[in-house]
Structures are given as C-alpha cells and as structure tokens.
C-alpha cells in the first residue's frame, strides 16, 4: 500500500540547515516538500535533486504579500500541510551602542515577526491537516546572550518565549508545536570561520545535517525540544542555575573565543 501523503514546508531551504532537513524529510515514504527561500535558482534546483515531489516558491518572507502567496502556492500545489519548519532566519553582528535599533528591529522583522505571520497564514492549514506539527528554529542564543549578538538573541529570545506558548495552545488542536536550539554550526550565513579555525573549538561545531535530524525528532518525532549538539543544553541550564557564572565565563576569556570582530555579519 503506498504511503499516505505528507507535505513539508520548510523555509529559508536553499542554503544550511534548511537545506539539510528537506535532504532528510525527503527519505520518509509519501512525503511532499515545499521549499521556500529568496534565491528561486537555488530552490529549482534543490528541487530537481530530491527523490520526492517538490515545489518551490521565491519569496522574502519578510514582505508584507509573503504570507498569503505561500498560503496560495500550498493550497493550489498540495492541498494539505502536515508540518511546517520556520527555519529561515539571519544575524548580523554588532554592539547596540553601534547598531541600535535598527538592528534589532532588523533582526526582529526576519526571525520573529516573519516566523509569526507565516504561521496565521497557515494555522489554518495545519489544523484542517491535524495531526500536524510546526517546528521553530531558534537558537541556544535564544537562552544565552553574548556580547555583539545582543539584537540576535532578542529575536530568539522572543521565538522561545512564543513557542512555548504555542505549544499550549494549538495541542488541542491537534498541531504540536516544538522547536530546535542550535548551538554553533557553520552554513553559508553563520560561517563559525573563527571556531572553525582552532583545533580546540573546532569540537564544539555541529553539523547541519545534525540539526536536520533533530528538526525531524521534534516535527514528525513529536519531541517538544531539542538542543544540538546536545550538550549546549548545558549552557542554557547554567544560564539560570548559576548566572553570575555564566556572566564571567562569557565576559572573560572564553567569551573572546566565541566572539568574533564586530561588523562581520553572521557568526
Ligand atoms: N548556523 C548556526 O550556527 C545557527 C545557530 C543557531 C540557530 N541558527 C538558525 O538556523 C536557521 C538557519 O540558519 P543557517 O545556519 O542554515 O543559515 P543560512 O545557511 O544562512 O540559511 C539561512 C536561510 O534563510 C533564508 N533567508 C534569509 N533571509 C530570508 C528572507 N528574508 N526571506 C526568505 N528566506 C530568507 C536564506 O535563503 P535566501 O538567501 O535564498 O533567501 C537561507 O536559505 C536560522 O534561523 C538561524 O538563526 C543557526
């Protein structure tokens, strides 16, 4: 018997993580991917390689038409949605004695309010296709600040908080709602050039397709939430056990190992 229908959205799919996860959403039997991303030449052609029908759509998603056209592309090309993967998201460095608002705001637009208003435009969807499941990308800086990602951390900060809420809320709906903390992985936007560079914290790096497999334990798995690698769960329970702790580790001399030059625009 051939294997029931499941469709994937996955955005910000054309590069790292997202990328990853359609590669590893595309192994299970009967599944359907839309892959959402800007670059619509990177999209067609991640499209072309995967074992499964595959659709894409070229949009930014922090435009204001954005929600309604990827509602429209997935109710004309797949009728159903079983799980969506809010993914796409950016960090760009800097003080806010430099950056200010502005950057926040920048930070906020793309991976909070973005990430919320795609959601109202397909809630509706997952519903109708419940069980269903939304998985949030958000970030062990979602848990933890450092210094120069202040604006960064706002925006997962704000992602965590809401997730948890959602996770509430939509269950008796039937749609689980979970989300994904990576710690340092180095993709395209995030390049981790500086850790990356010296043996010792070279071992603290993951892996996209490490994070992509946890995106599947907590989206079709059921899981609530997953750190990756694991062990940066430590950081996030450290952060509130032992906070004075955690201030001097990160303003002292292991801060400056993970902290790279000001104005770079993802690390
Ligand atoms: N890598 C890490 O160390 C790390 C750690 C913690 C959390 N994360 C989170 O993981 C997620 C994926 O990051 P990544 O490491 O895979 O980075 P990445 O390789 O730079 O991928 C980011 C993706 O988001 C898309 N994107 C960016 N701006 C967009 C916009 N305005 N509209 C639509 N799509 C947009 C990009 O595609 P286009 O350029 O084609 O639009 C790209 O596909 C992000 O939410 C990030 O915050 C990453």
Redesign the pocket.
Known sequence: MPATKKVALV??????????TARRLARDPGTELVL?????E??AEMAASLPVPTTWL??????PE?PDLVRAHVEQHHDRLDLLV??????WRGTFGETGWANVHRHM???FD?VLRLTEALLPLLRRSAPSAIVN??????RVSRANSGA?SAS?FALVGWTDALHLEEAPHGVHVGM???????????P?AELHGKPLTRLIL?T?EQ?AEAIHEVGPGGKAERYVPRKYGIAASLRILAPSLTRRVLGGGSAKALTPAAGER??
């Open positions: 955005t910000g799919a054309s590069s790292g993580i997202g990328a990853a959402v991303a800007r670059r619509g990177v999209l070229a949009a930014d998603l922090t435009r954005a809010n993914n796409a998201g950016a960090a637009e793309l991976n973005a990308v958000a970030s062990t800086a979602g960064y997962k994904v903390l990576p710690g340092f992985i180095p993709t395209e936007g995030f981790q993951g996209p994070v993802n690390d």
